[in-house]
């Protein structure tokens, strides 16, 4: 499915980013269309993790933001798409490939879908989530990701009669910048549960209605 896309949904040079940085950067542009992956804590090994994020820091001390186009590609592929396939690779403890586990998300994500965010894509995987989602005016994409991830997680843990972390602390984000990219994004999603059994994950979003 095409969708009809809003008439500016891309990133826009000349319009403010709200940039932020903790273990991972961080770009936000008002009622602009991003793709995001947040991942179960227990789906990367400690030990993988920590190399990563040493990837990372040496990276963005090379490249000060703000980044161009090349340097944002330049970080794809050298960090964010390799830490990518090693989280589709399915380690950890999968709850999320339960439907029952998996609607307590479905249902987070539906509270904010076609209220304070469009959700365009999306993949609930076992053990991480792509979206591709943009946000209504005066409205924190990342605030509302955060939400959703608490909501989701309170729910999770209760039926599992768990405590503590769920979801890991931040999510990759990355402004989509043409309808090219917003298109492999959405064939990225569709594609990424090659190989699983049916019924372990979910798509959702405006391209699968």
Request: aromatic share 12%; glycine share 4%; net charge neutral.
């Amino acid at each position: 499915m095409n969708t009809p896309l809003p008439t500016t949904p891309y990133f826009d040079p000349k319009m403010p980013v709200s940039f932020w940085r903790d273990k991972l950067p961080h770009w936000e542009q008002a009622g602009k269309i991003s793709f995001l992956t947040f991942r179960l804590c227990d789906s990367m090994p400690q030990t993988v993790m920590r190399q990563y994020e040493d990837m990372k820091a040496q990276f963005i001390k090379r490249h000060p933001y703000p980044w161009n186009t090349e340097t944002s590609k330049e970080y794809e592929e050298l960090i964010a798409n390799p830490l990518e396939r090693y989280v589709d690779a399915g380690y950890g403890e999968c709850v999320l490939k339960d439907p029952a586990l998996r609607r307590y998300l479905r249902e987070a994500i539906d509270y904010y879908d076609h209220n304070t965010i469009l959700v365009w894509a999306s993949v609930i995987m076992p053990n991480h989530v792509h979206l591709l989602a943009s946000a209504a005016p005066g409205i924190s994409l990342s605030e509302t990701i955060a939400s959703i991830k608490r909501f989701s997680a309170t729910r999770i843990n209760r039926h599992l009669g768990r405590k503590g972390r769920l979801w890991q602390d931040e999510p990759f984000d990355t402004l989509v910048r043409s309808d090219r990219q917003y298109r492999k994004f959405v064939e990225y999603i569709r594609n990424n549960p090659n190989g699983l059994p049916i019924g372990t994950y979910e798509f959702g979003g405006l391209e699968f209605e």
